[in-house]
């Protein structure tokens, strides 16, 4: 059984990662990809060690991501492996700020790597967010029974959604920051043809934003099963 409480950035396999951390070039490549990841804005903070604590605490290949459940445990083994420095069992207050989501420069660039990396779910999130929306304000004018299970089950697999992305980080600065990002996507078409391409088993290329040889993840859990 891996010691993940004592293990380090070398140890572990990040080459199937959205972009390795363990690059020499690692920050400098997120950078030109999203300028959300020009977070050196605070003393204590370099990006270098934020943008690693990022990719092993969200992106879909981390073994840390997958493997530990609890999620005030997986936060501070990733902030540790990412260089972060503890003192008596703790961070410094700046640190231990950032893990509970009050530092909305990192929370940005959670979600934008969360986006870059998990591009199917954030899609799927930003479709029914729309749909949950407007089912909503059709019902101050009529509502019936469907109409108040629809809303349910819009608001379900949103839920499910949020889980995905941020792993069960349900702290309202981190809820914001999701659903700030997602409201500013053009999907394009309208909402309701984005669930049946993912029903369908669409992986929804002709929404990624990096086309050269980048291919987002197959949806696994977004309230939407893949067909047999």
């Known amino acids: 059984m891996t010691d993940y409480e004592n293990i380090t950035l070398e140890e572990l396999d990040t080459s199937k ?75 410094a207050p700046l640190i231990e700020d950032m893990l509970v989501g009050k530092i909305k420069r990192v929370n940005g660039a959670i979600v934008a790597y969360c986006f870059l990396s998990l591009n199917i779910y954030v899609v799927a999130h930003a479709a029914y967010q729309d749909m949950y929306f407007r089912a909503l304000q059709d019902s101050f004018f009529s509502y019936d029974k469907d109409t108040i299970k629809n809303i349910q089950e819009l608001q379900d697999k949103l839920v499910k959604n949020e ?47 990096y086309q050269d040889g980048y291919i987002p993840n197959k949806l696994r859990y977004a309230g939407v099963e893949l067909p047999k």
Do not use: W
């Open 17 to 91: 990662f959205f972009v390795n951390p363990k690059l020499v070039g690692f920050t400098n490549t997120l950078r030109k990809k999203n300028r959300a990841f020009d977070i050196d804005v605070e003393a204590g903070l370099p990006a270098s060690k934020v943008l690693k604590y990022i990719a092993l605490m969200y992106d879909p290949a981390s073994e840390i991501r997958n493997n530990i459940q609890h999620l005030p445990s997986k936060k501070r083994i990733c902030a540790k492996i990412a260089g972060f420095e503890v003192v008596d069992k703790r961070f």
């Open 163 to 209: 889980q995905m992305i941020l792993q069960g980080d349900e702290t309202e600065p981190m809820r914001k920051a999701l659903y700030k990002f997602t409201s500013k996507i053009d999907l394009g078409i309208n909402p309701e043809s984005i669930v049946q391409k993912l029903e369908s088993g669409d992986n929804l290329n002709d929404m990624n934003p």
